[in-house]
């Protein structure tokens, strides 16, 4: 059963610093993997999906990296800004046919401070 | 194409009725999901079908809750005697029907509330 663990469960950073968000996870046999942004009552929001084939991913201020092998993703935001203040979730995906769930963690719930 | 859609956005019932969600998927993706969260938490998998095939139910997923997708399009979700432990987001997510690497996207969620 995969188990994922997002660290640290909340962080606080002034706006402009760079920061990074980890996800660990027990299964590495995974397709890909997705990193989504929640706010708070909403739905989530994509960022990155990083193929299992990938080592890095990137979409403007953000960065995605996966180390399948040892069951670890971070996500690097640059420049943080307020706007950038939400829950983060990762969520690994097995691919076997009958067995595409998304696998979450319990976030990371990031606070820019302006 | 305005993105996975769920209806309602809000729901509050009693205890012991029953209730219904909707879910409408990115137009002619074929992979279908239901999740579940609550406060603090992240989103639970409840159920998944590919076109209309429902083809993995999580032990969530008591026999209070079924699940369906009639045509291979939009899907329902009900849950029967509802409890107040059900009280939750219900998410529904969309994905693509030719690749497995393919991005999943959430709605907006349906918060269901048992008073």
């Known amino acids: 059963k995969q188990e994922v663990t997002q660290i640290p469960a909340a962080l606080s950073v002034p706006e402009g610093e760079n920061l990074v968000l980890n996800c660990s996870f027990t299964?590495?046999?995974?397709?890909?993997l997705q990193w989504f942004r929640q706010d708070p009552g909403k739905g989530l929001t994509s960022l990155l999906l990083?193929?299992?084939?990938?080592r890095e991913q990137t979409s403007g201020r953000l960065n995605a990296s996966l180390d399948k092998s040892s069951g670890r993703s971070t996500l690097y935001i640059a420049a943080s800004q307020p706007g950038d203040s939400a829950t983060y979730l990762c969520?690994?995906?097995?691919?076997?046919?009958?067995?595409?769930?998304?696998?979450f963690g319990t976030g990371t719930r990031l606070t820019i401070i302006p | 194409d305005t993105g996975v859609s769920q209806d309602p956005r809000h729901k509050i019932t009693k205890r012991g009725q029953n209730v219904t969600f909707r879910c409408d998927p990115i137009?002619?993706?074929?992979?279908l999901y239901w999740y579940r969260q609550t406060l603090g938490q992240g989103p639970e998998f409840l159920t998944y079908?590919?076109?209309?095939?429902?083809?993995?139910k999580s032990r969530l997923l008591s026999d209070r809750f079924s699940a369906e997708r009639p045509k291979g399009s939009f899907s329902t979700l009900e849950i029967q005697r509802t409890e107040q432990g059900d009280s939750a987001m219900y998410l529904c997510?969309?994905?693509?029907?030719?690749?497995?690497?393919?991005?999943?996207?959430f709605g907006q969620g349906t918060r269901l509330t048992v008073v």
């Open positions: 997510a969309s994905s693509s029907k030719t690749d497995l690497n393919t991005e999943a996207f």
């Open positions: 299964d590495s046999a995974i397709y890909n």
């Open positions: 990083i193929q299992s084939s990938q």
């Open positions: 969520a690994p995906k097995r691919g076997i046919f009958g067995n595409e769930k998304l696998t």
């Open positions: 137009s002619e993706h074929n992979r």
């Open positions: 079908f590919q076109n209309e095939a429902q083809l993995e």
